[in-house]
């Protein structure tokens, strides 16, 4: 039994050792957390500029990648992260991780989409916001009201029908949070979402979820971001993307180096790349916010005012206060348990 | 009768020394522990190391305990584990029996549906729970008021999730029993129900603590349960997932790593106590059983499998029906639209081709392993203290959620410190880690079956001068054919749905199916995620179906497994 | 009296016969000595098998017994000893290089071949061309009586015959020893008892040196050319059947061989001897008197007389009970001196006149040399 079994063993791997002398054509892996479409639309421009090079891409939720990032620190994988949470890659930044580097078109970017720190490590891509979807039938099923303000969700008409996700697991749901801080300040923040707490059904996982459940009727109002909710209205979903008029939290997606890229001349060809107009442009199909301010194009079914109710935020202020925020929101709320329906 | 003689060429005795007992057992420990208990080290060892990598004892412990929601966490955990490992253990225990105790009609489909868990993607019974018991859900009166997202959510799913592995343990202990045993008590004028009460349940009580505890552990390190179904719910596994993942503090993640460990542990000493009192249960001259025929037990349990198989199967087919619709609830005009993806974009069908290699290769390297693993620790071979430490490596990976084992293979492996660096990115990594993820049932199963072999078959083959290796070959593999043949089917169904280990190893080339659902979820994409799921499941489903067919064909060439001529 | 101080004397060291210990014996055990973590479970055994006996090892269960097997089998190492087969030193050698054949009280038959290839099973690694292979598996089947059986399974075969495929799998390879662990336990007593002669017949025709282990007296009595008894890791005696059975050295040899009256001794005084309250005359020279112990014999040993009369050694007793054994009766006799202990005899049945009946007196004798005095050790 055992000359066999170890032959088949070890030809079973045989096939999978990395061939290391591979074609003649460069390689460059990268790291997204950029929506799907639009990822693979950048990388299809790229590889068109760059045809020598071949991009790999490795698509993820924004926390995943971050954290595969600094879990591969001892040999680095990713020659780029194009596209994460500015206050995701900032965690990778405090860990010395990225590579502090100006792309070409730097100066032409957004003063706000951009580092401005002497050495920048970030590109801002695009942005996105908070925003509500609110599923119009079930709610009219049970005669609620679309809410108007984040001030509205305290109303105890809605409760037990809010989910958000957890700021534990979810830079959206980070990005909502901080908004309300910057909204009703640091104390008048926290009794909000005291107040707001007793009706949510569900803090989930998955910045994307609410919007979705919203989507299917799981519940009537989703706290998350528009793009979801864009195509859950273009699957054919009964929802409303609601644009509260306080104002929205929100945040850049944007590109760094990883420090110890294999592949630096072609990281930093793609770090000039994503940072240049044609790229923004295409972003936009996405996103109506992209780093080049002047580029105004709507993509279908997408909230038109979102731009104008952005929050004024700090952004270095809110990345140096992440883990306090997320400590304090376990405090306060990772440990109650939810009020039933 | 004839005379006898002295056979020519025998009384030069050259006898080869059989160094496998040398030999095998070490090389293997190292192989193992290379796979599962360095990589797994590799990140529990943080949990004594602060973020600069010094030691600091037991302050992220200390930590740890200040969290609020840790006591919760971990009464959540233990509680909800523990009712869903009791409800688990009510469906399966009769579910089994009525498999292999009985002349039940339709004891084959029935077996194929519990199975049916096992084969889908566990995003697929989320779907298909929410449809049903969502807040838009068909049934959802069902639930009495209670809302699916929370306990109930966990328990119903949880059960779900581990019926078939306890199905599985439960009918391999009933289906090895004595059957003089039962005409025994029947000449003692013991009636059924008292013959149940007391040859059957004792005979099978290391199976039924086996598989509690199994399904407890599997239930203890869930993370993807809780996380779709379980709304606020807090447990110790979807903590480790937010400390790590949300909180990017692995040293703290690696702490929840430890404390999961340690229900297991108590477990493992359960089981491994039963398994001792065990051994004399079923010896080398056990008669096998014969179902026994008893019109009005039958037709209950026939009643309960049929019960079980309905909500099996509404739960799968629920999810199959929403992959087909426009837009679940508001539209549910039926359509392929979902399915059109899968086959356009080159990316998503090549994660297909890529999950069909990790599964074979998962199958063909695991089934290796473990049938030498398994082989040596049932037969004895080498030194004990090798075999201790095979059977501690071999029986780890249980107890560790895939989040814990796939970053201790980032720690572990993408180090240019280890020499096996250059397998960083490669598929065979991938495999590795499946196979590790899920060595420790199909290790249990070959030792299982290869224990009911008396062991003095060996020492008989050995007075005849064939060392371990001959023996394996000529005794052993053919009686252990059809056990092998389940465990690389079961390699190979859970490296298709596998996904909490991988999403830190996974690279372009090599993203497997299981991930492209998970990034179609993530991407809002919930129909073509569902589709893309149900297409997993059928493709299981074939492997299921090949394997079946295979053992079914093994058994029928072996002649020697039937009781007359 | 060489008989009765065989039986004073303790034995330590190994009995043999006159013959066996010329010629230079064929298995040789010296100062074999076997512990499980603090247990001894073999100690210091010294045992010579000549070539072509059948020597059974008889034992209560836990006696060391099997373990002593194991260690000439290879199956375990001795801690200290040494194990001489055929001239040659082999106890550091695996049980693949050795030179024996085995036979298991679970048959231990490989369950996916048939009888004829388990039967062939050694023969395979062996240069053998396919009709020599064949030929001596036909010659292997007729020896244990299977000829028609050959291509069946073991699930297909009864107890008795699995276990007749097992001994001519243990031949195969013409071993020069054949080891036995209770190859009979696992059967029915009728099968048992017909395999117990064909084995035994079949030793003497092949010749070949065979150690059996078994619990079962009868059994050991009935098929051995001598027997070793084991108690507690130690051999106690070792003889042909009748020596042990007649002579044993000592109480529990004695009643481990089958059932003996032992009666305490008070005193001994030329060869009267003071046991259980009645006096007893010693066949033989006188022995010295004050010696501690029991005057045993056999229940067959006694003699029964309905009325009074002088025997040989004879005291008169009440028939307390009695039960029909067939051809014989077996009485418990309550003397009828007082503090005199009840004793057990078992006798033919009368063909003529009628038994004694329940409360009948009779005289009770033992012929004198069927009596014999062992101390109480064991």
């Known amino acids: ?341 | 009768m004839a005379e006898i003689s002295a056979v020519s060429g025998m009384a030069a005795r050259q006898v080869r020394p059989d160094p496998t007992g040398q030999i095998v057992p070490p090389v293997l420990l190292v192989v193992l522990a290379t796979a599962t208990l360095l990589p797994i080290g590799a990140l529990l060892v943080r949990a004594f190391l602060g973020k600069d990598g010094a030691f600091v004892g037991l302050d992220n412990f200390l930590r740890y305990g200040a969290e609020p929601g840790l006591v919760i966490a971990a009464w959540n955990s233990l509680s909800l584990s523990m009712i869903a490992t009791v409800i688990a253990m009510a469906l399966a225990f009769p579910f089994a029996y009525a498999l292999v105790r009985t002349a039940m009609p339709g004891r084959g489909i029935f077996r194929l549906i519990a199975l049916l868990p096992l084969l889908a993607p566990s995003l697929l019974p989320a779907f298909g729970m929410v449809y049903l018991f969502g807040n838009q859900g068909w049934l959802k009166g069902w639930l009495l008021g209670e809302s699916l997202y929370g306990p109930v959510g966990i328990v119903i799913a949880s059960v779900f999730y581990v019926f078939p592995h306890a199905v599985l343990i439960l009918s391999a202990g009933l289906s090895a029993g004595d059957q003089r045993h039962y005409e025994a008590a029947r000449a003692l004028r013991a009636g059924p129900w008292r013959r149940f009460v007391t040859v059957t349940l004792p005979s099978c009580r290391y199976a039924a603590i086996s598989a509690a505890s199994i399904a407890f552990i599997l239930i203890f390190t869930d993370f993807g349960i809780p996380s779709v179904v379980g709304g606020s719910t807090n447990v110790l596994a979807t903590d480790i997932y937010k400390l790590v993942i949300g909180r990017f503090d692995f040293e703290m993640g690696a702490v929840v790593g430890v404390l999961l460990l340690l229900p297991a542990v108590v477990a493992y000493g359960i089981d491994w106590l039963a398994r001792k009192s065990q051994r004399a249960m079923i010896t080398g001259k056990s008669v096998p059983i014969r179902a026994e025929r008893l019109p009005l037990r039958d037709l209950m349990l026939f009643l309960f499998a049929t019960l079980v198989a309905v909500a099996i199967l509404g739960i799968i087919g629920m999810a199959i029906f929403g992959s087909l619709v426009k837009f679940w609830p508001y539209n549910l005009s039926l359509g392929l639209q979902n399915y059109e993806r899968l086959f356009t974009d080159a990316d998503e069908f090549r994660a297909l081709g890529n999950s069909l290699i990790l599964a074979f290769g998962t199958a063909l390297a695991g089934t290796g392993l473990v049938a030498l693993s398994g082989w040596l620790i049932a037969r004895k071979l080498g030194n004990g203290m090798v075999r201790n430490g095979l059977q501690g490596v071999a029986m780890m990976p249980v107890a560790v959620p895939g989040l814990v084992l796939g970053l201790g293979y980032v720690f572990f492996f993408n180090n240019p410190a280890n020499p096996l660096h250059a397998l960083q990115g490669s598929l065979a990594l991938i495999i590795l880690c499946t196979v590790a993820h899920f060595y420790t049932v199909p290790h249990l199963m070959v030792v299982n079956e290869l224990l009911r072999l008396d062991r003095e078959i060996d020492l008989a083959a050995q007075a005849l001068r064939i060392g371990p290796a001959g023996t394996a070959r000529r005794i052993h593999a053919p009686v252990l054919l059809p056990t092998l043949i389940d465990v690389a089917g079961y390699f190979f169904v859970n490296a298709m749905t596998t996904v909490s280990a991988l999403i830190f190893l996974f690279t372009a080339q090599t993203r497997p199916a299981s991930i492209a659902v998970i990034n179609l979820v993530e991407g809002s994409r919930i129909g073509q995620a569902s589709a893309f799921a149900v297409v997993i499941m059928a493709l299981s489903m074939v492997a299921a179906a090949i394997q079946l067919t295979l053992r079914h064909l093994v058994i029928r060439a072996q002649g020697w497994r039937r009781q007359t001529a | 009296m060489a008989g009765l101080a065989t039986a004073f004397s303790v034995v330590s060291e190994p009995v043999t016969s006159g013959a066996a210990a010329i010629a230079a014996p064929y298995l040789s055990l010296v100062g074999l000595t076997k512990r499980f973590g603090s247990a001894v479970v073999v100690r210091d055994v010294n045992l010579d098998v000549p070539r072509g006996e059948l020597l059974c090892i008889l034992g209560p269960s836990g006696c060391g017994k099997t373990t002593l097997l194991r260690l000439i089998a290879g199956f375990e190492a001795a801690d200290s000893g040494s194990i001489r087969q055929a001239g040659s030193e082999i106890s550091a050698l695996p049980p693949e290089a050795r030179d024996f054949g085995i036979v298991f009280q679970s048959y231990a038959l490989f369950p996916n071949r048939s009888a004829a290839r388990n039967i062939g099973f050694g023969l395979e690694t062996l240069p053998l061309s396919r009709t020599e292979r064949t030929a001596r598996i036909r010659e292997l089947l007729a020896l244990v009586g299977l000829e028609g059986h050959a291509d069946k399974y073991p699930s297909q075969l009864s107890g008795g015959q699995q276990q007749r495929v097992a001994l001519a799998r243990a031949l195969a390879l013409s071993p020069g020893l054949l080891l036995l662990d209770e190859p009979l336990s696992a059967l029915d007593a009728n099968v048992r008892a017909s395999l117990r002669d064909e084995l035994r017949q079949l030793q003497r025709r092949i010749g070949i040196t065979s150690i059996m282990v078994t619990h079962d007296q009868q059994e050991a009595l009935s098929i051995a050319d001598r027997v070793v008894v084991m108690n507690a890791g130690r051999i106690e005696q070792i003889g042909t059947p009748a020596e042990l059975y007649q002579r044993p050295a000592n109480l529990f040899v004695a009643r481990f061989l089958g059932e003996v009256n032992a009666l305490p001794v008070t005193s001994i005084s030329g060869n009267i001897v003071q046991a259980g309250g009645h006096a007893f005359r010693l066949g033989g020279s006188p022995v010295p008197g004050g010696s501690a112990g029991y005057l045993c014999f056999r229940p067959s040993a006694v003699r029964i007389g309905m009325e009074a009369a002088g025997g040989a050694a004879g005291t008169r007793g009440r028939v307390s009970s009695m039960a029909f054994l067939g051809d014989r009766l077996r009485l418990e006799i309550q003397p009828e001196i007082q503090n005199g202990g009840p004793f057990v005899a078992e006798i033919p049945f009368p063909r003529f006149g009628n038994p004694p009946g329940l409360g009948d007196h009779v005289t009770v004798s033992v012929e004198p040399d069927q009596l014999f005095l062992l101390d109480d050790h064991g």
């Open chain 1, 1 to 341: 039994m055992l000359k066999p079994i170890l032959a088949a063993t070890i030809a079973a791997f045989i096939p999978f050792v990395p061939l290391v002398a591979e074609a003649q054509q460069r390689t460059l892996t990268v790291y997204s957390s950029l929506d799907e479409d639009q990822a693979k639309a950048l990388i299809k421009g790229f590889e068109a500029k760059h045809p020598q090079v071949k991009v790999n891409a490795i698509l993820g939720s924004t926390a995943p990648i971050i954290a595969r990032v600094i879990a591969e620190a001892a040999s680095p994988q990713a020659d780029i992260i194009m596209g994460n949470a500015v206050s995701a890659l900032m965690a990778a930044d405090a860990r010395s991780l990225l590579l502090p580097y100006k792309p070409a078109h730097f100066d032409k970017v957004a003063p706000v989409m951009r580092d401005n720190r002497a050495e920048p490590v970030w590109v801002g891509i695009d942005a996105w916001a908070s925003s509500l979807c609110f599923n119009t039938v079930e709610a009219a099923k049970k005669n609620i009201p679309a809410p108007k303000s984040w001030a509205d969700l305290t109303n105890p008409v809605y409760k037990g029908h809010i989910t958000m996700p957890s700021p534990l697991s979810s830079g959206t749901a980070l990005l909502a949070v901080n908004g309300w801080l910057t909204i009703f300040g640091e104390k008048g923040g926290w009794e909000f979402m005291d107040k707001m707490h007793e009706n949510v059904s569900k803090y989930g996982h998955s910045g994307s979820a609410p919007c979705r459940q919203a989507g299917s009727g799981e519940t009537i109002i989703g706290i998350s971001y528009a793009t979801p909710g864009v195509k859950a209205i273009n699957e054919g979903a009964p929802i409303q993307i609601i644009l509260p008029s306080e104002g929205l939290g929100w945040e850049i997606e944007a590109a760094a180096i990883v420090k110890g890229a294999r592949n630096l001349a072609d990281a930093k060809a793609m770090a000039d790349w994503i940072s240049s107009r044609e790229a923004a442009e295409i972003s936009a199909k996405y996103l109506p916010i992209t780093a080049y301010d002047d580029i105004q194009v709507l993509p279908k079914n997408y909230p038109a005012d979102e731009k104008s109710k952005l929050l004024k935020m700090d952004f270095a202020k809110l990345a140096s206060s992440r883990e306090a925020v997320m400590a304090e929101w376990q405090k306060r709320y990772g440990v109650k348990v939810p009020p039933k329906n």
